[in-house]
């Protein structure tokens, strides 16, 4: 593997000189191995509180004017949250230089493993408010992570792997919160208690991950240069794509919302189907997930010619929203089990979700053949998409809270599959005859 252009001059030593010298498939592993473990980590802080029921306890939030469900409020706050820092994140990674980047991941995660002290030891709305502080640092941490792999010939195949850290991850940390409550720890301490276990595995494979060498010359003639943008290059950017991104904006808009609300309320989801009867379910309809997404998004590094990939990472996206609605109408019509609609529509959500986060942004600059950086767009489209979340879980609270959770989901899905796959067409459509 060449060196990268900008260090040319002088050959690093220890574990980057190693993979400037390895081949590119040893140097390809070694990065899906360790920004997978790290993000995998970061789920323990974020996703493990949402194994808790917190049955029938209220809460009076000021914002709303009344009570509402604590664990809808703890959701809502993290994910504000969560949201805040995408919308810091567009500019602040946009423009992080790289020897940062480490400081910045360690810093984010202790910060949120303080937060989640609070939630323990805090009552009612503290503990609102301290959630809110737990999502607000974990929201920059994709961006982070995905720093060090975007435009690289072997992009898809190392975000592919990144993205197989957050299906299963989210799976396992609330099978670890559950058996962390089953152990006696009580629903308010579970999240902080359940950090500490990933805490110390983070810490080593962010330090592997930090060894990272810089694209090398055949990275840069194969996906352009990647640099800081400053913010009249980010201006200019997304004015030269505008209805194009406008499309993929407002799909990722609900499909962020169609996933998360899957994600957080999958207990009560599964628990609706008569499948919540052990921790390991939520691993069990994730993993074959993980695998089939990962096949699928990895395999489009195949795809040489940029344009190409691009607009091929659109169907393959596209796949995803039809699958959700058809999983669901085989659901309804007693074709499948309950077990199984998770399946797909779990695969179906993310074979849809995760090339925007690793190799549709990274293709439509190569593509366009602009000087930019994936993150950037990546974080545009989740602070409009953690917005969507937002707005779904307030709806669902105000218009139709007494409905099951699994009866608004379906009703989701439906809505989810058709609006979105509109989109894809139209953004396809739009992109195909967009000439630089």
Same mark, same amino acid.
């Given at each position: 593997?060449?060196?990268?252009?900008?260090?040319?001059?002088?050959?690093?030593?220890?574990?980057?000189?190693?993979?400037?010298?390895?081949?590119?498939?040893?140097?390809?592993?070694?990065?899906?191995?360790?920004?997978?473990?790290?993000?995998?980590?970061?789920?323990?802080?974020?996703?493990?509180?949402?194994?808790?029921?917190?049955?029938?306890?209220?809460?009076?939030?000021?914002?709303?004017? #009344?009570?509402?469900?604590?664990?809808?409020?703890?959701?809502?706050?993290?994910?504000?949250?969560?949201?805040?820092?995408?919308?810091?994140?567009?500019?602040?990674?946009? *423009?992080?230089?790289? =020897?940062?980047?480490?400081?910045?991941?360690?810093?984010?995660?202790?910060?949120?493993?303080?937060?989640?002290? @609070?939630?323990?030891?805090?009552?009612?709305?503290?503990?609102?408010?301290?959630?809110?502080?737990?999502?607000?640092?974990?929201?920059?941490?994709?961006?982070?992570?995905?720093?060090?792999?975007?435009?690289?010939?072997?992009?898809?195949? &190392?975000?592919?792997?990144?993205?197989?850290?957050?299906?299963?991850?989210?799976?396992?940390?609330?099978?670890? #919160?559950? $058996?962390?409550?089953?152990?006696?720890?009580?629903?308010?301490?579970?999240?902080?208690?359940? #950090?500490?276990?990933?805490?110390?595995?983070?810490?080593?494979?962010?330090?592997?991950?930090?060894?990272?060498?810089?694209?090398?010359?055949?990275?840069?003639?194969?996906?352009?240069?990647?640099?800081?943008?400053?913010?009249?290059?980010?201006?200019?950017?997304?004015?030269?794509?505008?209805?194009?991104?406008?499309?993929?904006?407002?799909?990722?808009?609900?499909?962020?919302?169609?996933? $998360?609300? %899957?994600?957080?309320?999958?207990? *009560?989801?599964?628990?609706?189907?008569?499948?919540?009867?052990?921790?390991?379910?939520?691993?069990?309809?994730?993993?074959?997930?993980?695998?089939?997404?990962?096949?699928?998004? #990895?395999?489009?590094?195949?795809?040489?010619?940029?344009?190409?990939?691009? &607009?091929?990472? =659109?169907?393959?996206?596209?796949?995803?929203?039809?699958?959700?609605?058809?999983?669901?109408?085989?659901?309804?019509?007693?074709?499948?089990?309950?077990?199984?609609?998770?399946?797909?529509?779990?695969?179906?959500?993310?074979?849809?979700?995760?090339?925007?986060?690793?190799?549709?942004?990274? %293709?439509?600059?190569?593509?366009?053949?602009?000087?930019?950086?994936?993150?950037?767009?990546?974080?545009?489209?989740?602070?409009? @998409?953690?917005?969507?979340?937002?707005?779904?879980?307030?709806?669902?609270?105000?218009?139709?809270? $007494?409905?099951?959770?699994?009866?608004?989901?379906?009703?989701?899905?439906?809505?989810?599959?058709?609006?979105?796959?509109?989109?894809?067409?139209?953004?396809?459509?739009?992109?195909?005859?967009?000439?630089?």
């Amino acid at each position: 593997m060449e060196t990268s252009p900008a260090d040319s001059k002088s050959k690093s030593t220890g574990i980057t000189g190693w993979l400037e010298s390895s081949s590119l498939w040893v140097f390809t592993l070694y990065g899906i191995a360790v920004s997978f473990t790290t993000y995998f980590c970061m789920y323990g802080f974020r996703k493990a509180f949402a194994a808790a029921k917190f049955s029938d306890e209220m809460v009076t939030v000021p914002l709303l004017g #009344g009570e509402i469900e604590l664990k809808a409020a703890l959701v809502m706050s993290q994910l504000l949250g969560y949201a805040s820092s995408k919308f810091i994140g567009i500019k602040a990674l946009s *423009e992080l230089k790289p =020897h940062f980047r480490i400081y910045a991941l360690v810093g984010c995660i202790a910060a949120s493993e303080l937060a989640l002290v @609070g939630v323990g030891a805090l009552s009612g709305f503290g503990k609102v408010v301290a959630i809110f502080f737990n999502g607000l640092p974990l929201g920059v941490v994709w961006g982070l992570v995905y720093s060090y792999l975007e435009g690289r010939r072997t992009s898809e195949a &190392l975000g592919a792997g990144l993205s197989c850290s957050f299906i299963v991850a989210s799976g396992f940390a609330k099978t670890v #919160g559950t $058996d962390v409550m089953d152990s006696g720890v009580s629903e308010q301490w579970m999240p902080a208690i359940a #950090g500490l276990y990933f805490f110390p595995v983070f810490l080593v494979a962010a330090y592997l991950l930090n060894k990272i060498p810089a694209p090398s010359r055949a990275d840069v003639e194969a996906r352009v240069q990647r640099a800081p943008m400053n913010s009249k290059e980010r201006w200019s950017f997304m004015s030269e794509f505008a209805l194009g991104l406008t499309f993929l904006l407002v799909l990722y808009f609900f499909l962020t919302a169609y996933r $998360d609300f %899957r994600d957080n309320f999958a207990v *009560e989801i599964l628990t609706g189907l008569g499948l919540a009867e052990s921790s390991e379910i939520f691993t069990k309809t994730e993993l074959p997930v993980a695998f089939l997404v990962m096949l699928a998004v #990895g395999a489009m590094f195949l795809i040489r010619d940029n344009r190409r990939g691009f &607009l091929g990472s =659109h169907i393959l996206m596209g796949s995803g929203t039809v699958l959700i609605g058809l999983s669901t109408l085989c659901f309804d019509f007693g074709w499948i089990n309950g077990f199984y609609w998770m399946v797909l529509n779990g695969l179906g959500a993310f074979l849809a979700y995760v090339p925007f986060n690793c190799i549709l942004f990274d %293709r439509l600059i190569a593509a366009m053949k602009t000087v930019a950086t994936a993150v950037f767009t990546i974080y545009v489209a989740d602070a409009l @998409g953690y917005l969507g979340v937002i707005v779904v879980l307030l709806s669902q609270q105000n218009l139709v809270g $007494d409905m099951p959770k699994l009866e608004f989901f379906r009703g989701l899905s439906y809505f989810t599959s058709i609006l979105c796959t509109v989109c894809f067409i139209l953004s396809g459509v739009y992109f195909a005859k967009k000439r630089r």
